[in-house]
């Protein structure tokens, strides 16, 4: 029986047990599927907005679609660029506050400092937390409703150079740079000077602000930094001057600093001179790397001179060559190609500011003229690759300047030099002849009278002023490195030739037909090409040698005069040629002997020196008086040269009254 009550009871459990379970299930699978519909509909009802519960910048923007948000975001954007950038900074114990615009208004409209693609930000908000998944951008929506995610802008962008050149305008009247103690020249003979104080400095460290305008502007909040200040010391103390000051006597006495640039293209070369002006107005106490003290140059001002003084020399653009021969077997169209040159002023001012350290640790040894250090660019068409002739490079340059000379001086000097020797070209192995090149010299053949003396009478001669082609092309020729087979000097120091080196005679050459003639010989292997400039308003004329270097190195030295001979007392003569009374006067020449040295080393090393000595007789002031024709006494005509009755080609240039005129043993050359 008890048996029976234990089986039933069994039963009554089962069905019991099972009903309940069932019940449970059906309730709690149907609460699940009743969620799992809300949220997939709640999730569906923010696929074309933003989940709920999220924010940005402590702004509630979830529920919003692309219109509202990309709306919202536009008008946070205005009221950003409209608000500005706040800036504050203490000084003294003072706030300053100012504010910078980030935006820059144009005459083609309105460029923003700072933004950010609002169409990629909606995108990028309105899929935030979202995976293209039905069920899992439901749990996220769950999810993210309860975290609350506060989310930035990723793609704010600055323009930053821009934004601190506004700070740096706003914060200048503020700033202060160190002055570092230096010493001041009141007079070099005798020597004064003071020694200046240091100050210190304040500056303002603003390098992380773009960062923080970043982090505000991502999160729309208008911008509000602080900017940080401090003082500067200077670098060097009066006690530190003080240390090396007795090095600024020699300092100064070692004088100017030049500075020199041979153009690679034409081999011209420049100068220019920091002088003893410049240097007591530049000079001031400076640190090495290591510490030491040193009398340099102040930076500002020496880049400023290389700035205002060689840039614009030393600069040009690369050219292509062109080249053409006529049928005359002139060139007659020639360009040379050039490098273009760049000024590499760092480099340059570093080794200016080299030698003038130098003059504080050093006594000997100095370096008083610094070489300009240039870049230099390639031209796409080299010489050499538009002829056959071996004409390549510039081989050397000569250079005299006719300063003062009267109109068909100038005349018959551009008539040799542009259209009789310009594109002329040289053959290998020829002993050129420069007498042969110019003739013949008369006016058929271009060339203008100029005034010379003759005895006691002034006359017109033809081709006055070839002289000054002949002291040119022998400088050319010699740095050329080419063998001279001829040349002789003028028989009176004249103004013209003086060598422009050091202003004394020495260096020129005269021409007289048919001698003495200047030759020289073309011993390079190639032909030889000769272009000319002349420039009217300087007063400069070049003549350019161009060929195929084949190794050689050329220069002569700086013609020295060891002797100079007084020209003695005013010499009077009488002439019927002139109307009685009436003086017409040349001026006087001082007489010299003069020499230089002109070196070749070849390429196997061997060397030849060629020792030039010049010989110029003095000339006393002549002057021509008019007198009265008196038959019964011949007129005492004394003649200013030996020579001068000979045929008219080349002369020594002279004075007549108003007129400048030419005379000597090559009557109308010069």
Same mark, same amino acid.
């Given at each position: 029986m008890l048996k029976n009550f234990f089986k039933?009871?069994?039963?009554?459990?089962?069905? @019991?047990?099972?009903? $309940?379970?069932? &019940?449970?299930?059906? !309730?709690?699978?149907?609460? *699940?599927?009743?969620? +799992?519909?809300?949220?997939?509909?709640?999730?569906?009802?923010?696929k074309d907005s933003v989940l709920p519960g999220v924010y940005l910048g402590g702004v509630h923007i979830g529920g919003m679609d692309k219109v509202a948000l990309s709306g919202y975001l536009q008008d946070m954007n205005n009221k950003l660029l409209d608000s500005g950038i706040h800036f504050k900074f203490t000084l003294d114990g003072e706030v300053h506050e100012f504010v910078v615009s980030p935006m820059v208004i144009k005459e083609d409209g309105v460029q923003d400092l700072i933004r950010f693609d609002i169409e990629k930000e909606t995108e990028s908000i309105l899929n935030f937390r979202k995976n293209n998944n039905i069920f899992a951008d439901a749990v996220s929506s769950?999810?993210?409703?309860?975290?609350?995610?506060? @989310?930035?802008?990723? $793609?704010?962008? &600055?323009?930053?150079? !821009?934004?601190?050149?506004? *700070?740096?305008?706003? +914060?200048?009247?503020?700033?202060?740079?160190?002055q570092d103690a230096s010493v001041k020249i009141i007079s070099v003979d005798p020597l004064e000077y003071d020694i200046t104080s240091s100050t210190a400095g304040f500056a303002f460290d603003y390098e992380q602000i773009a960062g923080h305008i970043v982090k505000d502007w991502s999160v729309l909040k208008s911008p509000e930094l602080v900017i940080n200040s401090s003082s500067r010391e200077a670098e060097i103390s009066e006690d530190d001057v003080a240390t090396i000051v007795d090095r600024l006597t020699v300092v100064l006495e070692v004088g100017p600093l030049d500075v020199s640039f041979t153009d690679p293209y034409n081999k011209r070369n420049y100068s220019w001179t920091i002088t003893d002006k410049d240097i007591r107005s530049w000079i001031n106490v400076q640190k090495t790397k290591n510490g030491k003290l040193f009398f340099g140059l102040d930076s500002s001002s020496t880049l400023a001179f290389l700035d205002d003084e060689i840039k614009s020399t030393v600069n040009v653009d690369a050219e292509d060559a062109k080249f053409s021969v006529g049928a005359n077997g002139k060139v007659t169209e020639f360009k040379g190609s050039r490098p273009g040159v760049t000024l590499d002023e760092e480099v340059t001012y570093s080794d200016i500011q080299d030698a003038f350290m130098a003059r504080t640790f050093n006594d000997e040894g100095l370096v008083k003229n610094v070489s300009v250090t240039s870049k230099q660019l390639e031209p796409k068409v080299k010489t050499g690759e538009v002829n056959d002739l071996g004409i390549s490079e510039v081989l050397g340059v000569g250079h005299s300047k006719f300063s003062g000379s009267p109109s068909n001086r100038i005349k018959n000097i551009r008539h040799a030099a542009v259209d009789k020797l310009h594109g002329l070209l040289i053959k290998p192995g020829e002993n050129f002849s420069l007498i042969g090149a110019l003739e013949p010299f008369t006016i058929e053949a271009g060339y203008l009278p100029e005034l010379v003396i003759k005895g006691d009478e002034i006359k017109p001669e033809i081709a006055g002023g070839l002289c000054q082609v002949g002291t040119t092309m022998f400088r050319a020729a010699m740095n050329s490195g080419l063998k001279i087979t001829e040349r002789q000097n003028h028989s009176l120091v004249v103004s013209y030739y003086n060598d422009l080196s050091n202003g004394n005679p020495g260096t020129d050459a005269t021409i007289y037909d048919p001698h003495p003639d200047f030759r020289f010989l073309n011993d390079t292997g190639n032909y030889i090409l000769i272009t000319t400039e002349m420039d009217s308003q300087t007063s400069d004329l070049y003549f350019y040698f161009w060929g195929t270097n084949d190794g050689r190195e050329a220069s002569y030295t700086p013609p020295v005069v060891s002797r100079w001979i007084p020209a003695g007392p005013t010499k009077i003569v009488e002439t019927t040629k002139l109307a009685p009374g009436k003086q017409e006067c040349q001026l006087q020449h001082n007489g010299a002997e003069a020499s230089f040295t002109y070196t070749r080393i070849f390429a196997d090393g061997k060397k030849e020196d060629v020792v030039f000595t010049s010989?110029?007789?003095?000339?006393?002031?002549?002057?021509?008086?008019?007198?009265?024709?008196?038959?019964?006494?011949?007129?005492?005509?004394?003649?200013?040269?030996?020579?001068?009755?000979?045929?008219?080609?080349?002369?020594?240039?002279?004075?007549t009254g108003n007129n400048t005129s030419s005379t000597g043993n090559s009557a109308n050359f010069n």
């Open positions: 039933s009871e069994e039963n009554t459990i089962k069905n @019991i047990s099972w009903k $309940r379970i069932w &019940i449970v299930v059906i !309730v709690f699978v149907t609460i *699940v599927s009743i969620f +799992l519909v809300g949220t997939l509909v709640y999730a569906q009802n923010y769950i999810l993210v409703r309860i975290a609350k995610p506060d @989310i930035n802008l990723q $793609r704010v962008s &600055i323009n930053k150079d !821009v934004i601190f050149e506004q *700070v740096k305008n706003n +914060l200048k009247d503020y700033v202060s740079e160190p010989y110029y007789r003095a000339l006393p002031k002549i002057c021509l008086v008019g007198v009265d024709p008196t038959p019964e006494v011949p007129v005492d005509g004394v003649p200013i040269e030996g020579d001068m009755t000979s045929s008219p080609v080349s002369g020594d240039t002279v004075e």
